[in-house]
Nanobody, 118 residues
Framework: QVQLVESGGGLVQPGGSLRLSCRASVRFFSIYAMAWYRQAPGKQRELVAGITSGSGSTNYADSVKGRFTMSRDNAKNTVYLQMNSLKPEDTAVYYC???????????WGQGTQVTVSS
């Protein structure tokens, strides 16, 4: 069983920055691919960024490329999402995701609210 706990959300003005964290309670964290998703009211959940196990290669949704950076610290069982130049359309609940490397089972955190508004 994997438990994921997100933190770092909040209210920020347009153009501001936030850093989200997701800590995983699991053995061998480094072998899990991780991702951040978000869901805005009335919209489907969408992939924001992903990071592989091992080398930690990243990929991003086109809407956040150049503004968001995902990273991982395997020693701390934690992934981060640095969000810069935030826009009102980034407002959503952000969820941390982990995929079991063998079974493919997806695990989710409880979500953290990000609101971008003046």
């Amino acid at each position: 069983q994997v438990q994921l706990v997100e933190s770092g959300g909040g209210l920020v003005q347009p153009g501001g920055s936030l850093r989200l964290s997701c800590r995983a309670s699991v053995r061998f964290f480094s072998i899990y691919a991780m991702a951040w998703y978000r869901q805005a009211p009335g919209k489907q959940r969408e992939l924001v960024a992903g990071i592989t196990s091992g080398s930690g290669s990243t990929n991003y949704a086109d809407s956040v490329k150049g503004r968001f950076t995902m990273s991982r610290d395997n020693a701390k069982n934690t992934v981060y999402l640095q969000m810069n130049s935030l826009k009102p359309e980034d407002t959503a609940v952000y969820y941390c995701n982990a995929d079991h490397p063998l079974s493919g089972t997806a695990y989710w955190g409880q979500g953290t609210q990000v609101t971008v508004s003046s």
